[in-house]
Nanobody
Framework: QVQLVESGGGLVQAGGSLRLSCVAS????????VAWYRQAPGKERELLTA???????DYVDSVKGRFIISRDNAKNMVYLQMNSLKPEDTAVYYC???????????WGQGTQVTVSS
């Protein structure tokens, strides 16, 4: 069983930056693929970026060039550096982890990010 806990959300002005963190408990985290999602009020949860267990990253167009995902397997941590934030980035941000070869998704409780104009 893996538990994920996000932190680092808050209120920031447009153009500002935040760094979200996600810490995992349990074994084998270094073998997991990890992703960040967000869900804005009245909208579906959307995938933003992912990092594989080998460190390969991918981003959706809306955050490419502004957000950076990284991981520190020694600390069981994944980070999301968010730069040049826009009001439309306002949402609850979730960490997701998926072990290899299993159709299982682990989710954190989410952290609120609010960007004021």
């Amino acid at each position: 069983q893996v538990q994920l806990v996000e932190s680092g959300g808050g209120l920031v002005q447009a153009g500002g930056s935040l760094r979200l963190s996600c810490v995992a408990s349990g074994n084998g985290f270094s073998t997991f693929d990890v992703a960040w999602y967000r869900q804005a009020p009245g909208k579906e949860r959307e995938l933003l970026t992912a990092i594989t267990n080998s460190g390969r990253t991918d981003y959706v167009d809306s955050v490419k060039g502004r957000f950076i995902i990284s991981r520190d397997n020694a600390k069981n941590m994944v980070y999301l550096q968010m730069n040049s934030l826009k009001p439309e980035d306002t949402a609850v941000y979730y960490c997701n982890a998926r072990p290899p070869y299993l159709n299982i998704d682990y989710w954190g409780q989410g952290t609120q990010v609010t960007v004021s104009s």
